[in-house]
T-cell receptor, first 114, second 117 residues
Framework: EAEVAQSPRYKITEKSQAVAFWCDPI?????LYWYRQILGQGPELLVQ????????DSQLPKDRFSAERLKGVDSTLKIQPAELGDSAMYLC????????????FGPGTRLTVL | DQQVKQNSPSLSVQEGRISILNCDYT??????FLWYKKYPAEGPTFLIS?????DKNEDGRFTVFLNKSAKHLSLHIVPSQPGDSAVYFC????????????????FGQGTILTVHP
């Protein structure tokens, strides 16, 4: 069964350092999402790609966060510099272009900023 | 501004009984609602959904009810099984928000369901 892959699964870093997360969506899924889930809260959308284009990054803290999906397949989310408040689970999801309803999530990257 | 709210952080149910998870929303532009289930160390998995033009959708042991006038939906699990123990998230999709956030889901805070044997 096809799955969304994410790496690393866990990341511990010190504040002011740079971190990067990688996501490989299900093959053929044109839409890719990055969510952040803070403990005790639901996932919050950071950025949405349609193929290689960003279609929604309204909640992305652009002073420190960046995301790219250069070839419209896998994607990287970067934080530089990391802050204590960035500690969270970062989830990647993907969906078919024609089916915006069901998003398939990866296992996530648990980030701890010390 | 919490547009999707799950006011019960946790729910404990005996195996075989009914589990009812509730969700309230405030945005009238939501046109599609979904429930996701999440186990520890895994990403959320889609469970069941309902369009705003319906008031009920059933899939096996899972039924979702939508009350548009009250802006309330609920997930019923009958009968509950220990394997259903997980965090359940309610999510809602906005109706054509300018075309740029179509498909964007707004999630509630989640409810931890524990089903005791």
């Amino acid at each position: 069964e096809a799955e969304v892959a994410q790496s690393p699964r866990y990341k511990i870093t010190e504040k002011s350092q740079a971190v990067a997360f990688w996501c490989d969506p299900i093959s053929g899924h044109a839409t890719l999402y990055w969510y952040r889930q803070i403990l005790g809260q639901g996932p919050e959308l950071l950025v949405q790609f349609q193929d290689e284009s960003v279609v929604d990054d309204s909640q992305l803290p652009k002073d420190r966060f960046s995301a790219e999906r250069l070839k419209g397949v896998d994607s990287t989310l970067k934080i530089q510099p990391a802050e204590l408040g960035d500690s969270a689970m970062y989830l990647c999801a993907s969906s078919h272009r024609s089916s915006y309803n069901e998003q398939f999530f990866g296992p996530g990257t648990r980030l701890t900023v010390l | 501004d919490q547009q999707v709210k799950q006011n019960s952080p946790s729910l404990s149910v005996q195996e075989g009984r009914i589990s009812i998870l509730n969700c309230d929303y405030t945005n009238s532009m939501f046109d599609y609602f979904l429930w996701y289930k999440k186990y520890p160390a895994e990403g959320p998995t889609f469970l069941i959904s309902i369009s705003s033009i319906k008031d009920k959708n059933e899939d096996g042991r899972f039924t979702v009810f939508l009350n548009k006038s009250a802006k309330h939906l609920s997930l019923h699990i009958v009968p509950s099984q220990p394997g259903d123990s997980a965090v359940y998230f309610c999510a809602a999709r906005s109706r054509n928000a300018g075309g740029t956030s179509y498909g964007k889901l707004t999630f509630g805070q989640g409810t931890i369901l524990t089903v005791h044997p």
